[in-house]
C-alpha cells in the first residue's frame, strides 16, 4: 500500500540523482558502508486529514459500490489510435489514464467507438481503462488524507547534501506536479479493495540536519526532509453482486363509482412499468 508510493517515486529519484548515489526505499538509520552518498525514501504513514473549517477539501463521502475493472489495453495493429475493448465493455468506460496516473479528458482526448476505444492524439504511454459496472455489496468511501514521507540524504560533506535533496525533492515535486492519482492497490484491486489517493499534492513539512561519526572515520551529513503528501482517498470495497429484487410491472387500478344510470360501475386500468 505505502510501498506502492515508494515505487513510483524509485525511477524518478534515480534518474535525478545519477548512478553514483544509491537509492533505498527503506529508513537509512545508518551511514553508507563505503564513501558513496545514499539517498533513502520512506512512506510512514497514511491518515485521516481533517481539513480546517473554511477549506474546499472534500468531507468523507459514502457512495454506492460498482463492479470495477482495470484493464491494460493494446493498439489494433493497423490503428495506433485505436485500442478494442472486450466485448460490451464500452458503455462502462469510466476513465481513460495515460501515461498511468494521469486522467485523459473524455471526449476532448477519447471517446468509445463500439467496442474499441479512440484516442484523438498518440498516447504518452501505456493506456489503462477504469470500467464501472452493476451495483454490488461492500463499500465505497471518500475521504481526505495524508502521506508522510521521509526523505534522507546522507553525503561526507554538507554542500554534497545539500544539492543532493535539493536534487531529490525536485524529482519528487515534478512526478506529482498535475499527477490526478495514484493507485495504491497493486493491479488495481486485491481481493476486492480498491485504494486510490486522487489529486495528490506534496507539501514540504520540515528539513533537519544531523552529523554521525562513522566508523573508520569521517562525519557524515545526515539531511532529513519531511513531506506531506495530502489527497483524496477513495476506498472501494467490491464483493459480490446485488441480487436482482425484481421489478414491478405495473400498478393494477380499480375504480368503482355510481354512473349516470343508477348503476355500480368498476373501471380497471394500469399505470404502466414503475422503477425498483
Not at 35 to 58: F, G, I, K, M, N
Not at 82 to 87: E, F, N, V
Not at 140 to 146: C, G, H, K, L
Amino acid at each position: 500500500m505505502l510501498m506502492a508510493i515508494e515505487t513510483l517515486l524509485e525511477t524518478p529519484l534515480r534518474q535525478a540523482l545519477g548512478d553514483g548515489v544509491g537509492v533505498a526505499l527503506q529508513p537509512a538509520e545508518r551511514a553508507p558502508a563505503d564513501a558513496a552518498p545514499l539517498v533513502s525514501l520512506c512512506a510512514r504513514t497514511l491518515q485521516r486529514h481533517v481539513p480546517p473549517l473554511d477549506s474546499a477539501e472534500a468531507e468523507d463521502r459514502p457512495s454506492r459500490p460498482q463492479a470495477l475493472r482495470l484493464l491494460t489495453l493494446q493498439p489494433d495493429a493497423g490503428d495506433a489510435r485505436r485500442y478494442p475493448l472486450p466485448a460490451g465493455t464500452g458503455p462502462q468506460v469510466s476513465e481513460v489514464q495515460s501515461p498511468p496516473g494521469w486522467l485523459l479528458p473524455a471526449h476532448d482526448a477519447w471517446e468509445v467507438e463500439g467496442d474499441a476505444l479512440r484516442l484523438r492524439a498518440a498516447p504518452k504511454g501505456p493506456v489503462l481503462v477504469l470500467l464501472k459496472g452493476a451495483p454490488v455489496r461492500g463499500l465505497a468511501e471518500r475521504a481526505p488524507v495524508q502521506v508522510e514521507l521521509a526523505l534522507a540524504v546522507w553525503a561526507l560533506a554538507a554542500a554534497q547534501a545539500d544539492r543532493l535533496l535539493a536534487q531529490a525533492l525536485a524529482a519528487l515535486f515534478k512526478e506529482f506536479n498535475g499527477r490526478d492519482l495514484v493507485t495504491l492497490t497493486e493491479g488495481g484491486a486485491i481481493d476486492g479493495l480498491w485504494l486510490r489517493l486522487e489529486r495528490p499534492r506534496v507539501l514540504l513539512s520540515g528539513v533537519e540536519r544531523d552529523m554521525a561519526a562513522r566508523n573508520g572515520g569521517g562525519d557524515w551529513q545526515r539531511l532529513t526532509a519531511t513531506l506531506l503528501l495530502r489527497g483524496e482517498l477513495a476506498t472501494t470495497l467490491a464483493l459480490e453482486p446485488v441480487p436482482d429484487g425484481g421489478r414491478i410491472a405495473g400498478i393494477a387500478l380499480e375504480v368503482a363509482h355510481i354512473g349516470a344510470d343508477g348503476q355500480l360501475r368498476r373501471d380497471r386500468g394500469t399505470l404502466g412499468e414503475a422503477a425498483d
